[in-house]
Structure formats: structure tokens, C-alpha cells
């Protein structure tokens, strides 16, 4: 009697199979799977900005570069109007210095051929002070060098005072000849500008105090 005995693997049914179902083709599907066993979402393209969005974004920065700018060009023309007026009062300090000092010192005027010069005389030598109109600049001349005090004058005057501190005329030039021998005090008066691209121009009024010719001997 002949016994069949029949494999246990034969009927043992494919584990990868009973997991994975074959498609149509006997190949097994793997399909994605999502969080709790459901399908994984299917991506939906690029992301992007709305057009509304860049309009928002577009503004936005329009006025922050406005402000910016603003606050650039702010801060430059105060910088240029800071370097005006320190250029007009180092000027001026330097010219009313040279000033009071050859007036103090000097024994002797002479009134030039307008009343915009004059001619100290200061311990024996010349030393002439000369405002040009046609430069606008306001001249220190010595024997030696000639220097230049101040600049962009827009209005300047001499002043002179006799010994009771009475005004001097000096319109004329006969008026100019008798203020040789009658000035006793001297003042110096002017006004500088300066001006720079987009800066509002910058003004500075110079009056000196009136000095005294100390060594001049006057008579009242």
C-alpha cells in the first residue's frame, strides 16, 4: 500500500502575497500611505505669492525706502550746512584776531580811496586791511604777504569813532582825510554766505566790539 504524503509548503499560502495584492499584471502595487493607514495627499504644484500679496509687499517697501532716503538726504544737507558755518566762524574768529591786535598796536590811520580800506600803522610798518567787492573777499596785506581772512562777504563796513566815541564820517574823500587824524576807534562789520547744491544758503553776521588805536595820540 503505497501512502501519499503531501508537502505542507504546497498549501501554505504566500505571506507576501496575502499582504500585498498583485494588479492585474502579477505584479504587487505598492501603494503610499498616509498617517493612520489613509492615502498620502497628492502635491498640488509649487507655492507662490498672491498678487495681492506683492502689492502689499511692494508698498510696504516703497515707504520704507521713502523713509530711509529721507533720512539720507536729511542728514546730508545738515552735515553741508554744519561745514558752512564752521567754515564762515573760523573765518571770521581768524580775521577779528588779526584785527584787534594791529588796531590795539597802532599809531597811525590811513583811509584808502572808499571806505572799504584802510592802512594801520603798526609799530612803524604798514599793514593794510582791504575789503574787494568784485571777490567778496576780505584782504590782511603786509609788507611780506598778503592773506585772505574771509570770503563770500555779501556786506561789509568800516566804522570809525572819534575820542569821545562819536561816528566818523568817511563817505568822502575829503571826509576819509580829516578821519586820519580824528579816528580813535576802529569796528569792524560784515556778513558771509555760503551756498551748496540742495542746501538752504548759510548766513553768518560778523560785528566786531570797536577797538582802540591806543598808541594814536587824538586830540578832542
Known sequence: ?????????????????????????????LKPQ?????AAPKPTGEGGFTLVEL????SLGSFILAGVLSTFLFMGRSGA????????????RKALEYFAEDTRQ????????DSNSI??????????????PSTRIFYRRDSTVTRSLVTGITSFAF?????????????????????????KQLQLSLEAA???????????????????????????
Open 55 to 58: 502689492m502689499i509687499g511692494a
Open 119 to 132: 592802512t594801520l600803522t603798526v609799530n612803524g610798518a604798514s599793514v593794510a586791511y582791504v575789503y574787494d
Open 81 to 92: 550746512n554744519l561745514q558752512n558755518y564752521n567754515d564762515m566762524e573760523s573765518q571770521a
Open 34 to 38: 498616509g498617517v493612520n493607514g489613509l
Open 1 to 29: 500500500m503505497t501512502t501519499t504524503t503531501r508537502s505542507p509548503a504546497r498549501n501554505r499560502p504566500n505571506a507576501l502575497a496575502a499582504a500585498k495584492p498583485a494588479d492585474a499584471g502579477g505584479l504587487v502595487s
Open 194 to 220: 555760503r551756498n551748496s547744491q540742495t542746501v538752504v544758503a548759510a548766513t553768518n553776521t560778523v560785528l566786531s566790539a570797536r577797538f582802540v588805536l591806543r598808541n594814536k595820540r587824538v586830540t578832542a
Open 159 to 183: 566804522t570809525a569813532y572819534n575820542i569821545n566815541g562819536a561816528s566818523v564820517a568817511i563817505s568822502t574823500a575829503a571826509e576819509r582825510t580829516a578821519a586820519n587824524g580824528t579816528t
Open 106 to 113: 597802532a599809531s597811525g590811520v590811513t583811509w584808502g580811496s
